[in-house]
T-cell receptor, first 111, second 115 residues
Framework: GNSVTQMEGPVTLSEEAFLTINCTYT??????LFWYVQYPGEGLQLLLKATKADDKGSNKGFEATYRKETTSFHLEKGSVQVSDSAVYFCALSGSARQLTFGSGTQLTVLP | DTGVSQDPRHKITKRGQNVTFRCDPI?????LYWYRQTLGQGPEFLTY????????KSRLLSDRFSAERPKGSFSTLEIQRTEQGDSAMYLC?????????????FGDGTRLSIL
């Protein structure tokens, strides 16, 4: 079946540091890949997505590239802010369209 | 776009009681999904509807769980004879259509606590 493995947290960075959160997946066929973010006290929000190999999703300074050869979709941001502190979830959507999520990575950015 | 709405936000009940949650999806979204999220984990798929038809159910959805979407709009998730292990956040999401990569929009969830 489908599965998503995320880099374990928590991750603590200083403001303006570079962020990478690793995500790899196992799936049959050609899934779509997503990053969702959950800010404290709020619901899950779509951050970015990619639907085919070599696509790059981007939003709010975050980027992730769909790498089929390495089955990865790592999240990156060049300069994090305190407001980026949240839990980040990598997810895939297979042929049946329901999402399979990773376990989440807690990010804390210190001023 | 008023977003996905879930009610109640919190539910505390005694073991053995029945509970029902409601989800109102974004209007015109024909797909509706239920997920369960426990502390420190990502959401896990439970079931989904296309319009009023329930198309798939996860093995996580035991016989004590039932979901409906009678008119293809709002949905309810009922848990009968609740158990301690049912304590979790129950999330509802909706999406438009069946195209590959269509994002799901999530509500804020209903947190269930079993005493």
């Amino acid at each position: 079946g489908n599965s998503v493995t995320q880099m374990e947290g928590p991750v603590t960075l200083s403001e303006e540091a570079f962020l990478t959160i690793n995500c790899t997946y196992t799936a049959t066929g050609y899934p779509s890949l997503f990053w969702y973010v959950q800010y404290p006290g709020e619901g899950l929000q779509l951050l970015l997505k990619a639907t085919k190999a070599d696509d790059k999703g981007s939003n709010k300074g975050f980027e992730a590239t769909y790498r089929k050869e390495t089955t990865s979709f790592h999240l990156e941001k060049g300069s994090v802010q305190v407001s980026d502190s949240a839990v980040y979830f990598c997810a895939l959507s297979g042929s049946a369209r329901q999402l399979t999520f990773g376990s989440g990575t807690q990010l804390t950015v210190l001023p | 776009d008023t977003g996905v709405s879930q009610d109640p936000r919190h539910k505390i009940t005694k073991r053995g009681q029945n509970v029902t949650f409601r989800c109102d999806p974004i209007s015109e979204h024909n797909r509706l999904y239920w997920y369960r999220q426990t502390l420190g984990q990502g959401p896990e798929f439970l079931t989904y509807f296309q319009n009023e038809a329930q198309l798939e159910k996860s093995r996580l959805l035991s016989d004590r769980f039932s979901a409906e979407r009678p008119k293809g709009s709002f949905s309810t998730l009922e848990i009968q004879r609740t158990e301690q292990g049912d304590s979790a956040m129950y999330l509802c999401a909706s999406s438009l259509g069946d195209r590959e990569g269509q994002p799901q929009h999530f509500g804020d969830g209903t947190r269930l606590s079993i005493l």
